[in-house]
């Protein structure tokens, strides 16, 4: 199993910045890609960032110029800095990974538990 440890979500006056870090762990298993997703109370959850292994990002169109994912492989950690926020920007961000054991494996998801993010106007 591979298991997400996400951390840096809190609370932050609008136009400040936060950092939110995901740290995949799982012996044996190989980290495709990444992301990041975000559910606000009463909304769908939505994509936020994704990030290949190679370091190819997409972002949500509404978020981009403000908000920045990376990563480390050999951390086998995903970033996502935030800045200027927003209100609207309060949710739950949750990370996701792709894993697999080998190259005959099947890539499986595996989802962190979450972590809050609330933005005070």
């Known amino acids: 199993q591979v298991q997400l440890v996400e951390s840096g979500g809190g609370l932050v006056q609008a136009g400040g910045s936060l950092g939110l870090s995901c740290a995949a762990s799982?012996?044996?298993?190989?980290?495709?890609?990444m992301a990041w997703y975000r559910q606000a109370p009463g909304k769908q959850r939505e994509l936020v960032a994704s990030?290949?292994?190679?370091?190819?990002?997409n972002y949500s169109d509404s978020l981009k110029g403000r908000f920045t994912i990376s990563r480390d492989n050999a951390k086998n950690t995903m970033y996502l800095q935030m800045n200027s926020l927003k209100p609207e920007d309060t949710a739950v961000y949750s990370c996701?990974?792709?894993?697999?054991?080998?190259?005959?494996?099947?890539?499986?998801?595996?989802w962190g538990q979450g972590t809050q993010v609330t933005v005070s106007s």
């Open positions: 996701t990974v792709q894993a697999r054991r080998s190259v005959l494996s099947e890539w499986r998801d595996y």
């Open positions: 799982g012996s044996g298993f190989r980290i495709g890609a």
């Open positions: 990030i290949s292994r190679d370091g190819t990002t």
